[in-house]
């Protein structure tokens, strides 16, 4: 167990629609990166946050935001729901910004019918 | 977009054999990671070796990284049913972010 949780764990939603995911990271740490794992992409980097502040962006699509609260929860909003938008998201947090290992939630699946 | 390939893209190997992975990436880095994933699960973060070194243990785990060749190998030794999964490599360099190759599934049989 990392300490990161993330719900929902499985999310089955319409195209169109709009879901929310939740992390909350490990005790303590104040950075949160966002990962999106789908089949045809892999492991893709889309957005990081350090202690309410948006530190870095990756291939994040302008349909999908997210943010990180006072109490360093942070939430990826997806919206518009496409079929290609069906993947495992992840959340990860380390302690501060740095080049070290990143601890890793268990994800939440999303299915876009 | 992805920094790394790994190679091969399955294994599959009998209990008690050793298991070599390999990874190749594009860019100058800080270190490189090996994280593994059960099934549909979380990353599990296995070692890590940075870019002034060139080997790193750790139990029955064995990274190596060349930075001239852009290349890194990860060993497991003895290789176990429960190593079943799969590896990822992955980058840092000039920002925190891990960039991810697309993995190794291996499968080690009982």
């Known amino acids: 167990d990392s300490g990161v949780t993330q719900t929902p764990k499985h999310l089955i939603t319409a195209t169109g629609q709009r879901v929310t995911l939740r992390c909350s990271p490990r005790s303590g740490d104040l950075s949160v990166y966002w990962y999106q794992q789908s089949l045809d992409q892999g492991l893709q980097f889309l957005i990081q946050?350090?202690?309410?502040?948006?530190?870095a962006k990756g291939n994040i699509l302008e349909r999908f935001s997210a943010q990180q609260f006072p109490d360093l929860h942070s939430e990826l909003n997806l919206s518009s729901l496409e079929l290609g938008d069906s993947a495992l998201y992840f959340c990860?947090?380390?302690?501060?910004?740095?080049?070290?290992?990143?601890?890793f939630g268990p994800g939440t699946r999303l299915t876009v019918l | 977009s992805q920094q790394g390939e790994e190679d091969p893209q399955a294994l599959s190997i009998q209990e008690g054999e050793n298991a070599t992975m390999n990874c190749s990436y594009k860019t100058s880095i800080n270190n490189l990671q090996w994280y593994r994933q059960n099934s549909g699960r979380g990353l599990v973060h296995l070692i890590l070796?940075?870019?002034?070194?060139r080997e790193k243990h750790s139990g029955r785990l064995r990274v190596t990284l060349d930075t001239s060749k852009k290349s890194s190998s990860l060993l497991i030794t003895a290789s176990r049913a429960a190593d079943t999964a799969s590896y990822f490599c992955?980058?840092?360099?000039?920002?925190?972010?891990?960039?991810f190759g697309k993995g190794t599934k291996l499968t080690v049989n009982p």
């Open positions: 992955a980058t840092q360099g000039g920002s925190e972010k891990l960039v």
């Open positions: 946050y350090y202690n309410g502040e948006e530190r």
């Open positions: 070796i940075r870019s002034n070194e």
């Open positions: 990860a947090s380390t302690e501060t910004v740095t080049y070290n290992e990143q601890f």
